[in-house]
């Protein structure tokens, strides 16, 4: 409607502004309202009070998990993190390492599709933590749990691979050949360009999955400690306000890592002029 | 102007293109048959369906033919090659690359060294009028310069032959006039062969030496028209009147024929 820059400006930050506003506004009457319910089973002493602590306790247990190690493993949650971040991290190399040239494979030839469509049909829809007993004999406390989370991340990125490389415009590939472009140098200087915005929506997709993985599987077991293992842990013992932190730091990670990855796509695909 | 030069540089003879998909057979092309001299530029027109992006996509290898001749160069045609550019109505820009870069795409799948490409691409973003948009990425541009980068895409493979598919189709009017203009400077700086196709008649009597108008499909040529008029030329003038009427009255009546033969299908 305007063309003024200056104005057009001035309504995003305002927007943005409102935006922010509403976002704290929101928090600020969900924890009131947790506060209101804790402070009403208090006081009536319903017996339930022990599951719903006051917000602030939380934060305190919060703080104090980073601060003190805890009795049970002599961990504290940085210990924790780094637990989970390794098994996530070696979890999305493999899944990538794997995932890529097959989902390039693919989406390439019908053949390879043929071959492996069926297979990643039957599995695809088993939940990767259905794998937990089988992995964790099998593979060992370590990679047991990172198996799980590379088949977490492996489906989106392999499916997000192959669309992409389906999604290739036939006249670029067209104008790639008039302009001399032989096979692999259209696999290289098209096909790949191409895919890479939609290899990071995968790779966006993976993460959020992999972390439900990590500490689903860190529940059901003690690999070693995990931001997983800390909740369930904390949980066994009734220290729920410590259970609480874990929950909230686990969701903190995950929108931190996605939103990095989100980041790094929305950056890419900007860069590469797709966007 | 006969199409019996010595040596064509465009030498079309009795091509046949025939699309088969599962049982049903198209017959795109019979009998086309075309020959153009260095240089010229020649425009193709007819219905919609008659073949005229066949006939561009076996010129440059992009599609194979059924039957018939076909040389550039006095070389047959057999597959994709940088002596035939071609520029796509879609424009068919690399997103991910920069104008610059999509300008130099063909010199690298030649591996030309860095300085030699960067020379050769300056020359050709001077000569399209596109300085100082070296460093934009496509979606940056308005239509007029896309194509401006696809015309300086194809020439910078310095090919004998340009194969234009409707390339100002998806343009506005004024932008259209305009790039007609500036293909014209174009064409006479590089003189190169131009074989270009369009729907408008008005596009091709302003562009065009010589005008080719082709049968309802299966396409061939139907009318073989020498557009002699002076450049620049003047889209009010009686002849340039005069010429259009003629092309439009062949397209008219071969559009009629499509129209009856969709009517009644073989
Ligand atoms: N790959 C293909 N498979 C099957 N049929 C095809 C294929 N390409 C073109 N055809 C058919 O061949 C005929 C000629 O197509 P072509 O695209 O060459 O026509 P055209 O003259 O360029 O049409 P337009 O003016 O609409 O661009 C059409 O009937 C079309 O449907
Ligand atoms: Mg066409």
Known sequence: ?275 | MDGHEVNPCIDIQDLFKTFVKGRKEVRALANFSLAVPDAQFVCLLGPSGCGKTTVLRILAGLETKSGGMVKVKGREVSRAGSDRGMVFQEFALFPWRTVRKNIEFGLEIRNMPETERRKLSSKYIDLVGLGGFEDAHPKELSGGMKQRVGIARALANEPAVLLMDEPFGSLDAQTRNLMQKELLRIWSATRKTILFVTHSVDEAVFLADRIVVMTARPGKVREDIAVDLPRPRDRTSSDFISVRGRVLAELDEEFEKARAKELSPD
């Not at chain 1, 370590?142 to 489906?155: R, T, Y």
């Not at chain 1, 730091?249 to 790094?264: M, R, S």
């Open chain 1, 1 to 275: 409607m305007t063309n003024d820059p200056l104005k057009a400006l001035n309504k995003k930050l305002k927007d943005n502004w409102t935006q922010y506003l509403l976002a704290v506004i929101s928090i600020a009457v969900f924890i009131a309202a947790w506060h209101l319910y804790a402070a009403y089973l208090h006081e009536n002493d319903s017996g339930y009070q022990g599951y719903i602590p006051y917000p602030l306790d939380v934060a305190e247990a919060l703080v104090d998990s980073f601060r003190y190690e805890d009795p049970n493993l002599g961990l504290t949650m940085f210990d924790h993190i780094a637990a989970s971040l390794e098994r996530i991290l070696l979890g999305f190399v493999i899944a990538i390492v794997i995932a890529v040239p097959l989902g390039l494979l693919m989406g390439t030839f019908r053949k390879a599709d043929a071959v492996g469509r069926p297979i990643v049909e039957l599995i695809r829809p088993i939940p990767p933590l259905a794998w937990i007993p089988i992995f964790i004999v099998v593979l060992g406390m370590l990679w047991g749990p990172v198996a799980i989370v590379a088949l977490g991340i492996f489906f989106p990125v392999l499916l997000n691979v192959m669309f992409g490389v389906r999604s290739v415009e036939p006249t670029l590939m067209d104008a790639a050949k008039t302009l001399g472009a032989n096979r692999s140098q259209m696999f290289l200087k098209v096909v790949l360009p191409f895919t890479t915005p939609y290899l990071m929506t995968g790779v966006k997709v993976g993460l959020g999955i992999g972390w439900m993985c990590i500490v689903a599987a860190e529940m059901v077991g003690n690999y070693g400690g995990g931001v997983g293992y800390f909740i369930k842990d904390t949980a066994d013992v009734g220290a729920f306000e410590y259970m609480y932190a874990g929950m909230i730091v686990i969701g903190l990670l995950g929108i931190l890592t996605t939103g990095v990855a989100g980041l790094i796509e929305g950056r890419l695909s900007r860069w590469m002029g797709m966007k």
